[in-house]
């Protein structure tokens, strides 16, 4: 089937691109780039392979918070998402909501040093998440002041 370009653009949020048509005449939701980012698959593949880097080292701030922790293998993770609750229900919301960044589905590990192993992960949204990285902050911060105050808390 021939692609053409459309006037209007990606439904996935903040994107400008043109979405294609097909010569069926029937048109995609997203852009070519985000097609597959909205499909559960797409979106899971994405999300190991950034677990993958974290705990490699690649392309991450901080190596020194991942680097050699363990991580469950590919296709286990993959079972393990298409059969929780919670990501399907995440998953949808963010769907339904117009892939709203707020929304996305993320992994959260409830020990950060034990790595992406079951038991230690947990699926909640990118706003939950980034809340959790505030707190965490805000404790080590009042933790380094009672130390240098001698105060046990």
Known sequence: MAKTKSTSTCSFKG?????????????SRFCCSHKNKAT???FLVRLYT??????????????????GLPILPRDVFY???????DFLALYKRW???NFDRKLTPTINRMNSSKGYILGN????????NCGLSTEV???KQKKAIYDLLGVNK
């Not at 994107?15 to 048109?27: H, M, P, T």
């Not at 677990?51 to 020194?64: E, I």
């Not at 992960?121 to 939950?128: A, C, K, V």
Request: with cysteine.
């Open 15 to 27: 994107c400008k691109k043109d979405r294609e048509s097909y010569g069926n005449g029937s048109w």
């Open 95 to 97: 769907f339904s909501n």
């Open 40 to 42: 559960i698959n797409g």
């Open 121 to 128: 992960i947990e699926w909640i949204t990118n706003s939950q």
């Open 50 to 67: 950034n677990m993958q880097q974290r705990v490699t080292g690649k392309k991450t701030k901080r190596p020194d918070l991942y680097l």
């Open 79 to 85: 079972t393990w998402a298409k059969n929780h609750p």
């Open 137 to 139: 902050r805000k404790m």
